[in-house]
Each structure stands twice: as C-alpha cells, then as structure tokens.
C-alpha cells in the first residue's frame, strides 16, 4: 500500500515538473486544516512532506490562515502554533484578511504562475481545485499524505504547450522535447494511457 502510494506521487511528481517546470524547493502552502490534520494523523510534516514529494521543500503560509487560526482559538491552537513555524507569503489582503481558503484560493489564479503546492483538508479548496490549472494539491487520509491527481484540465493545457511548442519550436525547452519524442515514439499507447489515467481519477 504504501509502495503504490509513493509510485503514484512520483508519476505526479514528475508530471508537474516535466509539464509545468515546478522547481524544488517546493513552495508548498499550507492552512490550518491540513496542520489539524497532521496533528490528528500524528504526522511530522517538515519531516514527511518532502520525503513523500522526494524533494525540498519550503514551507510557506499566509497572514489571512494565521488570522483565521488566531481567531478560531483554543479548538485549533495546536494547528495555529504549527503553522506560525512556517514562512508568510504576502497575499494581497494585507489591509484586511479574508478567510483562509479564499485567500488559499486566490494565490493559484491563473494557471498557479508561481508553482505553488497546497496542502489543505478544506472541501471548498478540494472542490475548486479541481477545475483549476496545474495546482498539485496534498491532503491526509488514513494517517498518510495524498497527493491528488492532476485535472483533466491541467492534462489538456500541458498538451497544448507542447503543440505551442510545435508552432514556434524557438521557445521549446528540453522538457517539452522529452515529452514530444515519448509522442512520436508511441502515439498509441500514449493516447490509451492517457484514457486509463482519466478512468482513475473518476474512480477514485
Ligand atoms: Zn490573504
């Protein structure tokens, strides 16, 4: 079980860096239900985190969450004391916080230009994410962290940035010549793959 579970973020992993150039260190940015998780789940997170993502990591978090956290007091204070270990990242509610998965939300606009990772357990971040563009999101489950799969979305566009590529082959990097010569070498077989990956994402 664990063997799969650690297979399977390897492949996304890989997806993300190949498709979208993530980088490590990792920027992952965590919330307060994720650090409740952990504390739940008796997960070490600066620990476990980048031995599951197979990278460094840096940890980040935002006033908006801290706020929040601060606010919500002693049912939560062991997740708050967690998360105000890690680093802030400047959101654009500096004037005046909003809640955390909102704030969460609005760093991953538009394609998550700045690569980031989440880790959160909050419904709202699961369900928006799953229409967003190139947002690898970390969860806890059974006392492990998940990674979910990429959206069928986020498979499209990384598609298209290889046919991109085509058209103005100046702006190809070596990434997406990898992708391109797996392309040429198993049209096939990529296309069922691709199938297969879908029906498992709808499964699971
Ligand atoms: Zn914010």
């Not at 601060?70 to 680093?87: E, S």
């Not at 590529?165 to 990529?190: F, G, H, Q, R, Y």
């Not at 990956?197 to 709808?202: E, F, L, S, T």
Request: hydrophobic residues 30%.
């Amino acid at each position: 079980m664990k063997i799969k579970r650690q297979k399977n973020s390897k492949k996304i992993v890989k997806f993300y860096k190949r498709s979208y150039n993530f980088k490590e260190p990792f920027q992952v940015l965590l919330d307060g239900t994720f650090c409740q998780a952990a504390l739940t789940n008796q997960i070490n997170i600066k620990e476990q985190l980048p031995k599951y993502l197979n990278g460094q990591i840096t940890f980040y978090t935002t006033s908006c969450i801290l706020h929040e956290l601060n606010n919500l007091g002693k049912p939560v204070y062991g997740a708050f004391h967690i998360a105000k270990q890690y680093k802030i990242k400047t959101c654009d509610h500096v004037d005046k916080s909003i809640a955390a998965n909102k704030c969460l939300l609005s760093m991953v606009k538009k394609g998550n230009p700045s690569h980031y990772w989440i880790a959160s357990q909050d419904p709202e971040i699961t369900s928006k994410l799953s229409t967003y563009i190139s947002v690898p999101l970390l969860y806890i489950s059974y006392k492990a962290i998940h990674l979910t799969k990429p959206n069928d979305l986020t498979h499209k566009t990384a598609d298209n940035l290889i046919s991109q590529s085509l058209l103005n082959p100046s702006s190809l990097s070596k990434n997406v010549i990898k992708e391109l010569s797996a392309l040429d070498k198993s049209p096939k077989e990529t296309s069922a793959k691709k199938q297969s990956k879908k029906n498992k994402y709808k499964l699971s």
